[in-house]
């Protein structure tokens, strides 16, 4: 009985060798040649997470024959209209013709042509260059392989290694700034252009699947100066020594002036007279006179009622909801600092957040630092207030597509009292 178990322990301790030494390899090959997938993207427009994705699968991480000997890393056959070096070896058929080339280089470069310039190729560029789903099955319905499983092959080493992180070149550049020892978004004019109250979230720029050249991170990484932003109109320019508006010389109906402009009420001039005593409230409208309320009403017409409203109740810095990790990030908080901070990569915050890629947290929300659970800790969620699936998501640390699904009849906004079920009552 103890040599069948003696077998099976040294049969699966040779497995785990074997793995470690083939993904220490991988993780090199990736390290050497990200770069290159990186500016291919930028060149060409072709996800570098698909590029390497498909280097690994085709060059076995660079061990193949045609990777060794010919720096073909992507199995790319010879065709009609190839003029330069060949090289021949089995594959689908007896000896058939592949690209040969000088350097590795030049094998990413051709790859990315061989895409772009292809007729069959062509409805790929019309994807999202973010979505790593719809280019891996896309590969394969333009015939790039005839293997059946190549898109899932294409996924898995895009999941196991994290490659999607190199779409997003932002991240890997801020990365390398910190490791040269120049102050990042932690500590600096990066950190003080994310969390001015004047930035708003950049808009997500899907052809170049980074955020859009404008945006304040990247004024701070390509000029260390922070530009000025442009100011709203209606809204006197701020004078740049105290930060106090000026006074306008004609009074227009809709200026917004500073809190601390206003005077203080004096004591003892409220207590001659409270009946009659006048509040403004400034308020951004568009209305012809300020509004004015009795300081009697006061308190209850600017007061929002806040009885119905999320109330964040949480410890500061990493906690747990439902086993996963997670952080309550505050309003105008950065999501690159958040992922530099936590070692997350940027895209997985979006992803395991449900949230599209943005620059500032819009409002205090859970940032999950993990991916949430299929199931949640309980059975059922009570709604307290008019919400979403979404943020009941976020409450509870459970995967939104499960909660979508083991909800179809539910209809968004979700009322106060509506039951939401956490588990698959078909299990």
Same mark, same amino acid.
């Given at each position: ?73 992507? !199995?790319? +056959?010879?065709? /009609? @209209?190839?003029?330069?070096? =060949? #090289?021949?070896? *089995?594959?689908?058929? %007896?000896?058939?013709? $592949? ?81 040269? !020892?120049? +102050?990042?978004? /932690? @500590?600096?004019?990066?950190? =003080? #252009?994310?969390? *001015?109250?004047?930035? %708003?979230?950049?808009? $997500? ?223």
């Amino acid at each position: 009985m103890k040599q069948p178990i003696l077998l099976i322990f040294i049969l699966c301790m040779t497995i785990q060798i074997g793995w470690s030494q083939n993904n220490a390899i991988t993780i090199a090959y990736i390290a050497q040649y990200k770069a290159i997938a990186m500016k291919e993207m930028k060149r060409t427009g072709v996800p570098a997470s698909i590029t390497l994705a498909q280097a690994i699968l085709e060059s076995n991480s660079g061990e193949s024959n045609l990777a060794k000997n010919h720096n073909n890393h992507f !199995g790319i +056959k010879c065709k /009609s @209209d190839w003029t330069g070096a =060949k #090289a021949y070896q *089995d594959d689908d058929a %007896k000896q058939e013709c $592949f690209r040969a080339y000088e350097t590795a280089e030049i094998s990413f470069k051709d790859h990315s042509n061989f895409l772009k310039n292809r007729p069959n190729y062509v409805d790929l560029f019309l994807l999202d260059p973010v979505d790593d789903t719809a280019w891996a099955y896309g590969l394969k319905k333009a015939g790039y392989a005839t293997a059946s499983d190549y898109p899932k092959k294409l996924l898995k080493i895009i999941d196991d290694y994290e490659l999607a992180q190199y779409n997003f070149p932002e991240l890997e550049n801020e990365v390398e700034v910190e490791e040269e !020892g120049v +102050k990042t978004p /932690s @500590d600096g004019p990066i950190k =003080k #252009a994310l969390t *001015d109250t004047s930035v %708003k979230n950049t808009p $997500f720029d899907g052809s170049l699947n980074k955020l859009v050249i404008d945006s304040p991170i990247n004024k701070v990484i390509n000029d260390t100066t922070v530009k000025s932003l442009n100011k709203p109109s209606g809204i006197a320019q701020m004078n740049t020594t105290n930060n106090v508006a000026p006074l306008p010389t004609k009074a227009l109906p809709t200026q917004i002036l500073p809190l601390q402009t206003l005077p203080a009420p004096q004591k003892d001039t409220i207590q001659k007279d409270t009946t009659k005593k006048e509040v403004i409230t400034v308020v951004q409208t568009t209305q012809k006179e300020p509004v004015k309320t009795d300081s009697t009403k006061a308190s209850t017409i600017a007061q929002p009622d806040v009885s119905k409203k999320p109330t964040y109740n949480y410890p500061e810095g990493q906690f747990r909801i439902n086993q996963v990790p997670v952080i309550l990030g505050k309003e105008k908080m950065s999501f690159i600092e958040i992922a530099l901070k936590y070692k997350v990569p940027l895209y997985k915050l979006f992803e395991y957040n449900d949230i599209k890629a943005s620059n500032l947290l819009e409002k205090d929300q859970l940032i999950f630092l993990a991916p949430k659970k299929k199931t949640g800790a309980a059975s059922f969620h009570i709604v307290k207030y008019n919400t979403s699936l979404q943020e009941i998501s976020q409450l509870e640390g459970i995967q939104l597509s499960q909660l979508k699904l083991y909800n179809p009849q539910l209809v968004e906004p979700l009322k106060e009292g509506t039951q939401v079920i956490l588990f698959n009552k078909k299990k």
